[in-house]
């Protein structure tokens, strides 16, 4: 899919383009090929002079390759985008292409990005620039503000992990435990923890990019200070995403703590009962003997006695547990 996006009266507009001459009608700021096919790869490789490398959005691309500057003038950055999907919480990349140095190359001045999948960040700054005119003037303005909104998108899901681990923190601290309680529990700090990490990795990554856009001595002045409150807004979001691990530990400890009380329970009851049957065991064991000279043989209520000796042998440290309190 191929979408241009051009500025008129302060305001975003996008359009779909299907053909060659569709995208030679357009003076967009950003161009944006969302799983592009090799057909509009042509179309920008012909109207704009701008190669796509094939290895754009390539995950196991080598770290010194993902922010770098072509001899031409062309700016390259390669950068993860969060999308906190409940049940596959991933990390998209995106290539971004910006030559804002030659100004006799059609692609002067146009941002191009090239993703796979729909990306929330994305979506929030087109239904935000289309709310709010005069929020971006230039394709360096469309790349901060992309970069700003997956800080914000980041920051939005960090909330929603804290809402869960509420919940989770309830159900532990609330005393009541049980396998069913600490199976969803532990279930529900691991896919937390799982989507903090993520975001933690993501704040990082976008740190880097928007660092690399500083030392290109790119950006004007108002420009480096909306990407130097990008950086204050990640760094508040590190130490949220330390402060939620902390958590995670501590509910995590709390609930192993509850499950080892209730295994001690289980394994104090066989304790208890292991006690108790070992007198009846033993008496049991010396009248199993039948030595021939044991008088009980020889009594018509011989056997009977012994019955009696073994549930009394049973029931007196019962009875010593239960008025220790070891038993109840």
């Known amino acids: 899919m191929l979408n241009v996006f051009s500025l008129s009266n302060g305001r975003l507009f996008q359009e779909e383009i299907e053909s060659l001459e569709e995208l030679?009608?357009?003076?967009?700021?950003?161009?944006?090929?969302?799983e592009p096919t090799a057909?509009?790869?042509r179309w920008i490789k012909q109207y704009y002079g701008l190669s796509i490398p094939e290895d754009a959005i390539d995950d196991d691309i080598e770290e010194s390759a993902r922010f770098y500057e072509e001899d031409n003038g062309e700016l390259h950055i390669r950068s993860d985008f969060l999308v906190a999907d409940p049940d596959e919480p991933r990390q998209a990349r995106v290539a971004f292409i910006l030559n804002n140095?030659?100004?006799?190359?059609?692609?002067h001045g146009v941002l191009f990005s090239i993703h796979e999948e729909t990306v929330p960040a994305f979506r929030l700054l087109r239904m935000r620039a289309r709310r709010m005119p005069?929020?971006?003037?230039?394709?360096?303005?469309?790349?901060?503000a992309l970069l700003d909104g997956d800080a914000?998108?980041?920051?939005?899901t960090l909330e929603g992990i804290y809402d869960e681990l509420e919940e989770a923190g309830k159900k532990v601290l609330d005393g009541n435990v049980n396998d069913e309680v600490?199976?969803?529990?532990?279930?529900t700090i691991a896919r937390q923890e799982d989507m903090n990490g993520r975001i933690r990795r993501n704040v990082m990554d976008t740190r880097r990019a928007v660092s690399f856009l500083m030392r290109s001595k790119m950006l004007d002045a108002e420009q480096?200070?909306?990407?130097?409150?990008?950086l204050r807004d990640i760094d508040s979001l590190d130490s949220h995403t330390t402060f939620l691990f902390d958590k995670i530990n501590f509910l995590m400890d709390a609930t192993v703590g509850f499950i080892n009380i209730n295994q001690n329970k289980i394994i104090k009851l066989f304790s208890v009962a292991s006690v108790a049957l070992l007198p009846p065991t033993l008496v049991a064991s010396l009248y199993?003997?039948?030595f021939r000279h044991m008088p009980e043989l020889e009594w018509p209520l011989g056997y009977p006695f012994a019955i009696v000796l073994m549930i009394c042998s049973a029931l007196l440290p019962m009875w010593y547990f239960r008025r220790k309190g070891w038993l109840k």
């Open 39 to 41: 057909e509009e790869k």
């Open 224 to 230: 480096f200070e909306d990407a130097r409150q990008i």
């Open 288 to 290: 199993g003997m039948n």
């Open 152 to 156: 914000e998108y980041c920051a939005d």
């Open 134 to 144: 005069g929020l971006l003037d230039d394709a360096r303005d469309v790349l901060l």
């Open 182 to 187: 600490a199976g969803v529990v532990l279930a």
């Open 101 to 107: 140095v030659n100004e006799q190359l059609r692609s």
């Open 24 to 34: 030679s009608r357009f003076r967009p700021i950003w161009v944006d090929l969302e």
